[in-house]
């Protein structure tokens, strides 16, 4: 099956400025996730999506960030005013499940750098 | 506030050897518990993954060691190979399928 798609794979831009991040799931996966993942931790989740719903947003910064998925298949990541904390990689997941076997697919990420 | 602690942060082993990384959790509402490897540019991969009502799960050269009373879990690479230098993070997921992770082991394996 074909992975999870993210644009673009790098960004640098200053702070204060906007930028969005794109990801097309795998086929048929509902449940997309956004994680961001610092340099040398681990993928700390943003937000979960089930189809175009918004299941958890509870550890996305909302006066800077947004997220959606409108049609419940590919979804956006914004920034808007970028701060240098920000500075980060943003991977994108979906999720299948077979009966008790679940998994996480995630794509390669969009790394950003905060100037 | 971290919910998932793994040790050690660096990892180097010989070709041939075990592999060690370990995992502890405080929270017992976790329910399925991961481990992924990442490669330098790519996404986490799930490697291994085993549920509470197990002890032990081997797939292969990787194996999930996993003590509830004590709630720690932890995974080991038998024969180790220089493929296997990589990242690995430990996770641990609720019933709202969402994982929380480590913050991660970088493994080297040196010829």
């Known amino acids: 099956e074909a992975g999870v798609a993210q644009s673009p794979r790098y960004k640098i831009i200053e702070k204060r400025q906007s930028v969005a991040f794109w990801c097309n799931p795998i086929?048929?996966?509902?449940?997309l996730y956004w994680y961001q993942q610092i340099l040398g931790q681990g993928p700390k989740l943003l937000i979960q999506?089930?189809?175009?719903?918004?299941?958890?947003d509870s550890q996305l910064p909302k006066d800077r960030f947004s997220a959606e998925r409108l049609k419940g298949v590919d979804s956006t990541l914004k920034i808007q005013p970028a701060k240098l904390e920000d500075s980060a990689v943003y991977l994108c997941?979906?999720?299948?499940?077979?009966?008790?076997?679940?998994?996480?697919?995630f794509g390669s990420g969009t790394q950003l750098s905060v100037l | 506030q971290q919910q998932v602690k793994q040790s050690p942060q660096s990892l180097i082993v010989q070709k041939g050897g075990i592999s060690i990384i370990n995992c502890a959790y405080e929270?017992?509402?976790?329910?399925?518990f991961p481990w992924y490897q990442q490669f330098p540019g790519k996404g986490p991969a799930l490697l291994i993954a085993?549920?509470?009502?197990?002890s032990e799960k081997k797939e292969g050269r990787f194996t999930i060691s996993f003590n509830k009373s004590a709630k720690q879990f932890s995974l080991h690479i038998m024969d180790s190979q220089p493929g296997d230098s990589a990242t690995y993070f430990c996770?641990?997921?609720?019933?709202?399928?969402?994982?929380?992770f480590g913050k991660g082991t970088k493994l080297s394996v040196i010829p």
């Open positions: 086929s048929g996966h509902a449940t």
């Open positions: 996770a641990a997921r609720t019933g709202s399928y969402q994982l929380t």
């Open positions: 997941a979906s999720r299948r499940v077979q009966g008790r076997e679940e998994k996480l697919f």
């Open positions: 085993i549920r509470p009502d197990v």
């Open positions: 999506f089930q189809n175009n719903g918004v299941v958890d």
């Open positions: 929270n017992t509402a976790f329910d399925y």
